[in-house]
């Protein structure tokens, strides 16, 4: 038996790769609903995503599986981004746009990126977080932006962090990419999410819920609490005991490590626990029609609590009733620990209306706070040497981790899909 322990996009997809080959399965849902991160809320008229979510896919059959899967009812746009720095809304990726920034500060920036460029790098290493984005970007552009964005998502002093496995989501412009930009040449292609998708009929969730339409083994509200490792058992909430031949998890690899029976701390050796950020994302409606055409807009300045804030209402009019906006604004918990929720969301709508995302706070109709405990996997220069070890031994006593928070990683919904279909292809071979 071929156990699947989560029924977001990553279990999903295994799900589905698993019944086309014939074998059976059980995938095993804690939640009362399928999707995992890629649901949605409907309420007052508006769709709400647990927080906004594009469809960015690449590769061919991920895009005619999800367009089969839809009927076609994707909406296809490019990216409209921007980073909001000194007052600005600087095109996204600011690195590519330095020619919209203050005068002082674009040519700052140009020149510590050309002398950095200028330089001959003898290490191939990619280092720490810092250290990659000061001599990729140049100091000036880290510290107008890099630096205080990510110190706000993260948390935890920067050195901390590595650059493997963040490093390529950020699109990394060539020098005459950068001086075109500081010349105004508009460069709106660079970077994986270029082109983007979205459901033209409901919410994000659309997608989880075409790929569970024809699913069998599927169960919800059926929580993993204990994985007897070395007996190939599972303790499932509702079910007893379930022997499996294969598990793959996609759950978060910190809640797989606390349900192993017995600790498996020194068979592998010691490992760090591992840590993520967590993030509230408020979803707000507001009085008003076409309120904004970002698709989300970063905010690195402290003065603001949240580092992200997007418009649904610009992927589609749909996701709003008519001649309202609607946006989901993401904060790191780590800003706003010890404020009651009632203080964030004043806090954080007051903000809305200092960078001018509102009109006033007397616009907002509706504010649904989300909490996601874990959003943002800490990348510690560690988890290099720690993660591959750990996901070695789990995989030599058939446990798969696949998935964003299974493999402890950074990816897309379109990385969720394919590491459940490659989850598959390992958990169906004898
Ligand atoms: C703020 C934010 C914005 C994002 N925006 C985008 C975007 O715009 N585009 C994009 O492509 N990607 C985006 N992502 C990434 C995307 O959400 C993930 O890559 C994807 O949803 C991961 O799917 P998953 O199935 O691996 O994990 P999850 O969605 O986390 O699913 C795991 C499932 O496991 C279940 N579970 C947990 N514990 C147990 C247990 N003990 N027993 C049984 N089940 C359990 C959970 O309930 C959950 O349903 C975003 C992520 C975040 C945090």
Not at 120 to 137: A, C, H, Y
Not at 212 to 233: D, H, I, N, P
Not at 259 to 281: G, H
């Amino acid at each position: 038996m071929i156990i699947i322990a989560g029924g977001g996009m990553t279990g999903l997809s295994a799900a589905h790769h698993i019944q086309a080959s014939g074998q059976k399965y059980v995938l095993l849902e804690k939640a009362g609903a399928l999707g995992g991160l890629c649901r949605s809320i409907r309420k007052g008229g508006y769709t709400f995503d647990w927080s906004g979510h594009l469809f960015c896919p690449r590769e061919h059959w991920v895009i005619s599986w999800v367009e089969e899967l839809l009927n076609g009812d994707l909406l296809w746009f490019q990216r409209e981004s921007c980073v909001h720095v000194k007052g600005e809304n600087i095109p996204f990726p600011i690195q590519a746009h330095l020619g919209a920034l203050p005068r002082p500060y674009l040519l700052e920036c140009l020149a510590s990126f050309l002398r950095e460029r200028a330089q001959e790098k003898d290490s191939q290493e990619l280092g720490t977080w810092p250290d990659w984005i000061s001599t990729t970007f140049g100091k000036a552009l880290a510290q107008l932006f890099f630096f205080p964005y990510h110190e706000k998502l993260w948390g935890v002093p920067l050195e901390e962090l590595s650059a493997q496995g963040l490093e390529w989501s950020v699109p990394r412009p060539t020098v005459e990419e950068v001086v075109d930009g500081a010349l105004g040449v508009k460069n709106p292609l660079l970077g994986y999410n270029a082109n983007l998708s979205y459901p033209s009929n409901g919410g994000i969730e659309e997608i989880p819920k075409a790929m569970a339409r024809e699913l069998v083994g599927v169960y919800t509200l059926s929580s993993l609490q204990r994985v007897l490792w070395k007996q190939k058992q599972v303790v499932v909430k509702g079910f007893g005991k379930l022997s499996y031949r294969k598990l793959i998890s996609t759950i978060p690899l910190s809640a797989l490590l606390r349900l192993l029976e017995p600790p498996v701390e020194e068979e592998i050796l010691a490992f760090p626990a591992p840590r993520a950020v967590s993030i509230w994302v408020l979803n707000v409606g507001i009085k008003r029609p076409s309120a904004s055409h970002y698709h989300w807009i970063y905010f690195p300045e402290k003065e603001f609590p949240f580092f992200r804030v997007g418009c649904y209402t610009a992927f589609g009019a749909h996701l709003a009733p008519p001649g309202r906006s609607s946006f989901y604004v993401e904060i790191p918990c780590h800003v706003v620990c010890g404020l009651s929720k009632e203080l964030m969301v004043e806090r954080t709508l007051k903000a809305m209306v200092r960078c001018g995302i509102l009109k006033s706070t007397g616009e907002v109709e509706i504010v649904l706070p989300v909490k996601i405990p874990v959003a943002y996997v800490i990348h510690d220069v560690s988890r290099s040497r720690w993660l591959p070890r750990v996901l070695f031994f789990l995989e030599s006593h058939g446990i798969r981790c696949a998935g964003r928070y299974g493999a402890w990683g950074y990816g897309t919904m379109e990385h969720a899909i394919i590491q459940g279909r490659e989850a598959a292809q390992w958990a169906v071979e004898e």
